[in-house]
Antibody, heavy 125, light 107 residues
């Protein structure tokens, strides 16, 4: 069973860079896409972006200028950096495995099948 | 970005009820829609993809339908463990976007 675990500071100062790492266990990081999703307290979900194990990325345009997602296959980890944070970036940050393809009926799927527990990052001075 | 709008935002129901949640996309997304269930303090869990395909291991009381812009998630006989918040998510175009969520509470 694949397991994901987020790690990183729970408190970041305004204008600084938020940095989180997701460690994947129970399976290889290779051959999959890996994603970050966030959820402000009491609010809905926002997709931040994904990285393929080879290093190709796709980011949400609303965050693109501030986001970098990277992967370290040797450590089975991928990471998120979000620069110039403000209070609006306070959220629970989830890492997740992205599964995409076509099922046996020919239907295209693109979903998050394994998630970390999430980590609350608060932006405050 | 495609906007996903769910209705209602919340409602109360009783165990055994049949409940329906609606998700509307701001433009056509074919059947490229997933539904997730989230319980307090937990990560979301995939229920349905391709608008109507039940993920393995998800109880058959959950079903999804729709295509284009209008979609529904139905729980045929609400169980105690189904009280949660439900999100739709489109994967027709980037950026992937979620609905604002529908909270199902105990009456």
């Amino acid at each position: 069973q694949v397991q994901l675990q987020e790690s990183g500071p729970g408190l970041v100062k305004p204008s600084e860079t938020l940095s989180l790492t997701c460690t994947v266990s129970g399976g290889s990081i290779s051959s999959y896409y890996w994603s970050w999703i966030r959820q402000p307290p009491g609010k809905g979900l926002e997709w931040i972006g994904y990285i393929y194990y080879s290093g190709s990325t796709n980011y949400n345009p609303s965050l693109k200028s501030r986001v970098t997602i990277s992967v370290d296959t040797s450590k089975n980890q991928f990471s998120l950096k979000l620069s110039s944070v403000t209070a609006a970036d306070t959220a629970v940050y989830y890492c997740a495995r992205l599964h995409e393809g076509y099922d046996s009926s020919g239907y295209y799927y693109w979903y998050f099948d394994f998630w970390g527990r999430g980590t609350l990052v608060t932006v405050s001075s | 970005a495609i906007r996903m709008t769910q209705s209602p935002s919340s409602f109360s129901a009783s165990t055994g009820d049949r409940v329906t949640i609606t998700c509307r996309a701001s433009q056509g997304i074919s059947n490229y829609l997933a539904w997730y269930q989230q319980k307090p303090g937990k990560a979301p869990k995939l229920l349905i993809y391709a608008a109507s395909t039940l993920q393995s291991g998800v109880p058959s009381r959950f079903s999804g339908s729709g295509s284009g812009t209008d979609f529904t998630l139905t729980i045929s006989c609400l169980q105690s463990e189904d009280f949660a918040t439900y999100y739709c998510q489109q994967y027709y175009s980037y950026p992937r976007t979620f609905g604002q969520g529908t909270k199902v509470e105990i009456k």
